[in-house]
């Protein structure tokens, strides 16, 4: 019997005893036939046998399937140890070559976020002749100048707020307090809507929230979301957008402008640096597209 069929024969005999003990579906069966057809494939091309396999050679053989997403990897990894793990309870093998391999790890997804040009653009989307569109104006103009996660924003008091100052006193989470600087631009809008708009929308009312709804009381997270989603469609922005996409903008903006990370720890209220590197990453992966969009060679 050829090589080739020794490892078919193992592999029929591993696929039937998953059928028998743990009932598994079609598809599941043809998923690790497939995946562990493959490496037989390769232990072929390796001069290895099927059932000779060591960590390394399995460590290698992930190693080279670099066009494969980690999803995938895992997935034939995992079909690897179901196989092997058999083998060893039918004592084929005295040693598992999968037990000290460590599954290959998913990234961390970078964030969503919008460029310079898009925020100016949704910016500019709120019709500010109204006492709703300069609110919705306000909001966004400090969400974007300041970082807020959308439930600080829309929790925010009037007292929380020093206008002489120029800075917001956010409880963050964890009840821990931070200054956040508002800036030029957020500071005029927020004057001018003090001014008037505030108290058109309070009706009269006596309350102390900042950023009032129609019916004088804090707007929802959920509330402040459609409004996002709404001016985004206005402002011709097609990519998906919450709230906290402009907290990304916020920092990726500042360290694309050589803001210090831990400055953006800071305005951010993250309590370890690491969370905020991922922003780091962010502003790497901008700076190379636009070396491949701009550069002669890119």
């Not at 232990?43 to 399937?65: F, I, P, Q």
């Not at 990453?281 to 550069?295: F, W």
């Amino acid at each position: 019997m050829s090589d080739n069929q020794q490892s078919e024969r193992h592999i029929d005999r591993f696929l039937d005893t998953l059928w028998m003990e743990r009932g598994v579906s079609d598809n599941t069966l043809a998923s690790y036939r497939n995946d562990l057809r493959i490496f037989s494939a390769w232990c072929d091309n390796h001069e290895k046998s099927l059932l000779e396999v060591t960590a390394g050679d399995v460590r290698h053989y992930l190693a080279g399937m670099t066009r494969y997403s980690i999803r995938t990897l895992n997935r034939r990894l995992s079909s690897l140890r179901g196989f092997y793990a058999w083998q060893l309870r039918e004592h084929a093998i005295t040693e598992d070559p999968c037990a000290n391999v460590e599954s290959p790890r998913l990234g961390r997804p970078l964030p969503k976020t919008l460029t310079e040009s898009e925020v100016e653009a949704l910016l500019a989307a709120p019709a500010i002749d109204t006492a709703m569109g300069l609110r919705d104006r306000t909001m966004i103009e400090i969400l974007y100048a300041t970082g807020l996660r959308v439930s600080e924003l829309t929790g925010l008091t009037m007292g929380q707020v020093n206008t002489r100052q120029g800075v917001i006193r956010v409880m963050g989470k964890g009840s821990k307090e931070r200054l956040v600087p508002l800036g030029d631009e957020a500071m005029i809008m927020l004057d001018r809507y003090l001014q008037s708009a505030r108290r058109t929308l309070l009706k009269g009312r006596n309350a102390d929230v900042l950023f009032p709804s129609n019916r004088g009381q804090a707007m929802t997270r959920q509330t402040f979301w459609h409004l996002i989603r709404r001016y985004a469609r206005l402002a011709g922005i097609s990519k998906p957008l919450s709230p906290h996409v402009l907290r990304h903008a916020f920092a990726t903006h500042l360290l694309n402008h050589g803001a210090d990370l831990r400055v953006v720890q800071l305005l951010l209220g993250h309590s370890d640096i690491s969370t905020t590197q991922i922003y780091t990453h962010v502003a790497k992966e901008r700076l190379k597209d636009l070396h491949q969009q701009h550069h002669p060679r890119g």
